[in-house]
């Protein structure tokens, strides 16, 4: 297979860390919910499908302007909430939420992350974020600019720091300098069809949707059920 990048772009909610499941488990388990956090892992999925599915009949999608209580539904649905104690704990988990709360790494794809170092492929991450998303990375040893503890990243670009998020295709435009790729060359990996394939759509680099549980089947976009299935595509 000829290879298809030579530059990487990730996303990090739902690609390196996703809502720390024990904190979920603990919240839900009094309206009937499973008490094992690979439920969690696997609701998170659920829940992004659930945004995606709202925001797009929205005129300007984006899966932050709309509610989150979208994907605390499905999330809690898929975890085993009993149906008629739903809205209670959606109310429960949305005080739970905060930008710390996405702390639960994903270490198969923190592994993944590493073998494209290995293979001299330039990486970087584009989040919508709340300005801590580089030192949450850095603190867990996902990744950081630079040597560290974590793999080497060109970049990290959070939405609230540079005041553009996705699906606006300004928020990509420092990250492609710093990878000094041609964006057609370019792809960008994230978990939401509106606001990760939508924009990597508009800045021009090619989408890649990492849905683990073929939650987005339905979808109009490219999937991949793992990130070590990328390394086919940076391997000449």
């Known amino acids: ?14 690609i390196f860390v996703i809502p ?7 919240a839900a388990a009094p309206f009937g919910a499973s008490t094992d956090p690979a439920r969690f892992v696997r609701a998170h999925y659920a829940g992004m499908e659930a945004l995606d599915r709202e925001a797009s009949t929205r005129p300007d999608p984006s899966i932050d302007r ?6 605390r539904r499905a999330y809690l649905d898929s975890a085993g909430v009993n149906t008629d104690s ?62 560290g503890a ?32 041609e964006p057609s060359r370019i792809a960008y990996v994230g978990d939401s069809f509106v606001n990760d394939v939508g924009g990597a759509r508009n800045a021009g680099v090619v989408p890649i949707l990492y849905d683990p549980f073929d939650d ?7 999937r991949v059920t ?7 595509w940076v391997t000449a």
């Open 86 to 147: 739903l809205d209670d704990a959606v109310a429960v988990l949305r005080r739970l939420f905060s930008p710390y709360y996405w702390r639960f790494p994903l270490l198969e794809s923190v592994a993944a992350l590493g073998q494209l170092h290995v293979r001299g492929v330039p990486i970087g991450i584009v989040s919508n974020a709340s300005g801590q998303i580089e030192a949450t990375l850095a603190n867990l040893c996902i990744c950081q600019v630079g040597p």
């Open 1 to 14: 297979m000829s290879r298809r990048f030579d530059g990487i772009l990730f996303d990090a909610g739902g």
């Open 150 to 181: 974590g793999v080497p990243v060109r970049i990290v670009t959070d939405s609230h720091v540079i005041g553009y998020a996705k699906p606006d295709p300004r928020i990509f435009a420092d990250a492609i300098a710093a990878l000094d790729v």
């Open 20 to 26: 720390d499941p024990t904190a979920s488990a603990l």
């Open 216 to 222: 987005h089947a339905d979808y109009d976009c490219e």
């Open 226 to 232: 793992s990130l070590h299935d990328l390394l086919e």
């Open 66 to 71: 709309i509610s989150w209580d979208h994907y």
